[in-house]
C-alpha cells in the first residue's frame, strides 16, 4: 500500500500518475512489492489528478488533514497488505507560513510530528519500521553564505530566516532520530 498525503499538488498529482504506471514498488533497499493500493490524501479535492488516475482500481482517494489522528491512522491502516509506505509531500508554503505562523507550525510541523507518529504506530503493530519518505525544501539550508557556495546535503547547517524552512528543518532532525530509533524507515 501507497500514501501519498498531499495528491492534490503539482508534484502530488504527477507523483499519483507515475505510481499508477508502476506494478511494484521497493518497501526496503534490497526487497520490492506489488503495489495493491494507492491512496491519495489531500485536504482539498483532487481536481489536479487526471480522472484516468482515479479510476485505476487501486487507487482511493481521502480528503482530510494530516493534523488528524484518525484521520491518518485511517489512511495508514496496513489493511491486509505487508508493507505501508507513505510519501509526504503536503505543507504550508513559503509565503504562507510567514503570514500565518501558527497555521504553518501547525501543518509543517505538527502535523508532521503526527503523520510520522502514526507511521510508528502502524509500524510497532506490522512488527517493522514501514517506509516514510519525507519531501522538504531547499529553504531549510539557504541564505548562510557557505551553503551558498557550497553543494548541500544532509549535514549542512541549517540556518533559515523564514517559518517554513525552520518548520521543514525541524522535520528532517526530528525523521533522522525516528529513523536512527528504528521507529520507522524514513
Known amino acids: 500500500k501507497v500514501v501519498v498525503i498531499g495528491a492534490n499538488g503539482l508534484v502530488g498529482a504527477r507523483l499519483a500518475e507515475y505510481l499508477v504506471g508502476l506494478k511494484e514498488i ?13 491512496l491519495l490524501l489531500d485536504v482539498n479535492d483532487l481536481t489536479q489528478v487526471k480522472k484516468s488516475i482515479l479510476e485505476d482500481d487501486r487507487v482511493d482517494v481521502v480528503k482530510g488533514e494530516l493534523t488528524n489522528k484518525e484521520t491518518m491512522l485511517r489512511v495508514l491502516d496496513p489493511e491486509s497488505f505487508e508493507n505501508v509506505s507513505t510519501i509526504h509531500l503536503a505543507a504550508l508554503l513559503s509565503g504562507y507560513s510567514e503570514d500565518n505562523f501558527d497555521l504553518g507550525m501547525k501543518i509543517n510541523l505538527f502535523g508532521t510530528i503526527n503523520v510520522m507518529e502514526c507511521v510508528r504506530e502502524i509500524s510497532t503493530k506490522m512488527g517493522s519500521p514501514q517506509v516514510y519518505v519525507y519531501v522538504s525544501t531547499d529553504y531549510v539550508s539557504c541564505f548562510n ?7 548541500v546535503n544532509e549535514e549542512s547547517f541549517r540556518l533559515s530566516p523564514v517559518s517554513y524552512g525552520v518548520q521543514k528543518a525541524c522535520n528532517e532532525l526530528l525523521l533522522c532520530d525516528y529513523s536512527r530509533k528504528g521507529f520507522i524507515d524514513g
Open 26 to 38: 521497493h518497501v526496503n533497499s534490497t526487497t520490492t512489492k506489488p503495489i495493491g493500493k494507492i
Open 145 to 151: 553564505e557557505f551553503n551558498k557556495t557550497h553543494p
